[in-house]
């Protein structure tokens, strides 16, 4: 059974970086079928989606335009985990931050599991 | 992007009841509809995916149908187990998005 487990911190300063660690049990970071996925949720957008990493021969990632420009997911094969950077945050990235596999594997894609939740607030 | 839309954004409804949720597409996305559970203070669960497909484990309750633009989500006998909140997401192409979601109140 796969599982993910989030660490990281639940308050940031505004501009300074927001940083999450999503932890896979049961699975590889490597695998050929599968994703890795940050998402987020608030009151005023809903769920959002931020971008994904994943292994075809090499590494790829695809980042949502929104937060383009701030963000980084990194693939950790050592310890089996990825992570989100995001930087120069502003109260408005404070959300609910979830990690996620996306089932890749021809055809339509879903997410399934999804790690615990992490509460980030961006303040002073 | 491909706008998600949810209909009802909340509803109330009893034990027993046949609960129906709608989620339309902006553009078409063939069977690429995923439907997710979300109890308060966890995160969402995968309830179908490709728009009908349950995932194992679900109970078969829970289904779905459509294709293109229109799809539907119904629980066929509401359990009060399944207070919740529902969301839809496509997986159609990049980025993915998901619906505003649906709050089933009993």
């Known amino acids: 059974q796969v599982q993910l487990q989030q660490s990281g911190p639940g308050l940031v300063k505004p501009s300074q970086t927001l940083s999450l660690t999503c932890a896979i049990s049961?699975?590889?970071?490597?695998?050929?079928?599968?994703?890795w996925n940050w998402i987020r949720q608030s009151p005023s957008r809903g769920l959002e989606w931020l971008g994904r990493?994943?292994?075809?021969?090499?590494?790829?990632?695809e980042y949502a335009i929104s937060v383009k420009s701030r963000i980084t997911i990194n693939a950790d094969t050592s310890k089996n985990q990825f992570s989100l950077q995001l930087n120069s945050v502003i109260p408005e990235d404070t959300a609910v931050y979830y990690c996620?596999?996306?089932?890749?594997?021809?055809?339509?894609?879903?997410?399934?599991?999804w790690g615990q939740g992490t509460l980030v607030t961006v303040s002073s | 992007d491909i706008q998600m839309t949810q209909s009802p954004s909340s509803l109330s409804a009893s034990v027993g009841d046949r609960v129906t949720i709608t989620c339309r597409a902006s553009?078409?996305?063939?069977?690429?509809l995923n439907w997710y559970q979300q109890k308060p203070g966890k995160a969402p669960k995968l309830l179908l995916y490709a728009a009908s497909s349950l995932q194992s484990g679900v109970p078969s309750r829970f289904s779905g149908t459509g294709s293109g633009t229109d799809f539907t989500f119904t629980i066929s006998s509401l359990q009060p187990d399944d207070l919740a909140t529902y969301f839809c997401?496509?997986?159609?192409?990049?980025?993915?998005?998901f619906g505003q979601g649906t709050k089933v109140e009993i």
């Open positions: 049961g699975d590889s970071v490597s695998s050929n079928s599968v994703a």
């Open positions: 553009q078409s996305i063939g069977s690429s």
């Open positions: 997401q496509h997986s159609h192409s990049i980025p993915w998005t």
């Open positions: 990493t994943y292994y075809r021969s090499k590494w790829y990632n």
């Open positions: 996620g596999r996306e089932f890749t594997a021809g055809g339509p894609n879903w997410f399934d599991p």
